[in-house]
């Protein structure tokens, strides 16, 4: 099974609601990282969070990392509708292995 | 932009055939990585390099290959293709020759086998 797993796998949420994604993981870390998916194109990098770290922010995002219950979560605030894509979260070992979870489906509604 | 370029962005073909993708990374960035993304399995890690050498194997059927040039560029080949293959195909470059950093996406090639 994938290292990390996205919950919910879909969210449907109007404009201005702020969005949760959770990712789960199973083993030990060195960083975790979350991804951007607009439909059809490539991976834009977020923001990553390494496992000495338990919250960082950048913009309307906010990500939390508990290496205890090995989980992380991406809050977006103030959600827009150009926020609407699929987002993942990757997950990176010592040895630099990275795992990508299936991703959580965001839909902002205008 | 990511910086990273793929070609082409599209690409049908007929089961049996062979093809050859080509990325080339961001300026500067020396490792290379190929990823698989179909419905049904999700974005697999394929393969990496790292200036020109083999660095870490994913999930790459022995029907694929990859390499990486001297000038850093890389191409991946996939051979006696099947209607399975058909998904986007994206390449992703970092500065290390780790994951421990970013990686920057490429904007996929499209392959439809039919």
């Known amino acids: 099974s994938q290292q990390g797993e996205e919950d919910p796998q879909a969210l449907s949420i109007q404009e201005g609601e702020n969005a949760t994604m959770n990712c789960s993981y199973k083993?030990?870390?060195?960083?975790l990282q979350w991804y951007r998916q607009n439909s059809g194109r490539g991976l834009v990098h977020l923001i990553l969070?390494?496992?000495?770290?338990r919250e960082k922010h950048s913009g309307r995002l906010r990500v939390t990392l508990d290496t205890s219950k090995k989980s992380s979560s991406l809050l977006i605030t103030a959600s827009r509708a150009a926020d609407t894509a699929s987002y993942f979260c990757?997950?990176?070992?010592?040895?630099?292995?990275?795992?990508f979870g299936d991703g959580t489906t965001l839909t902002v509604k205008p | 932009d990511s910086g990273v370029t793929q070609t082409p962005k599209h690409l049908i073909t007929a089961t049996g055939q062979r093809v050859t993708l080509r990325c080339s990374p961001r300026?500067?960035?020396?490792?290379v990585y190929w990823y698989q993304q179909s419905l049904d399995q999700g974005l697999q890690f394929l393969i990496q390099?790292?200036?020109?050498?083999?660095?870490a194997k994913g999930n790459i059927l022995e029907r694929f290959s990859a390499q990486q040039f001297p000038d850093l560029h890389s191409e991946l080949n996939l051979s006696s293709l099947e209607l399975g293959d058909s998904a986007l195909y994206f390449c992703?470059?970092?500065?290390?020759?780790?994951?421990?950093?970013?990686?920057?996406f490429g904007p996929g090639t499209r392959l439809t086998v039919l």
């Open positions: 390099y790292y200036n020109g050498e083999e660095r």
């Open positions: 083993t030990s870390i060195n960083n």
């Open positions: 969070i390494r496992s000495n770290e």
């Open positions: 992703a470059s970092s500065a290390t020759g780790t994951k421990l950093n970013e990686q920057f």
């Open positions: 300026s500067g960035d020396l490792s």
């Open positions: 990757a997950t990176v070992t010592n040895a630099g292995k990275s795992t």
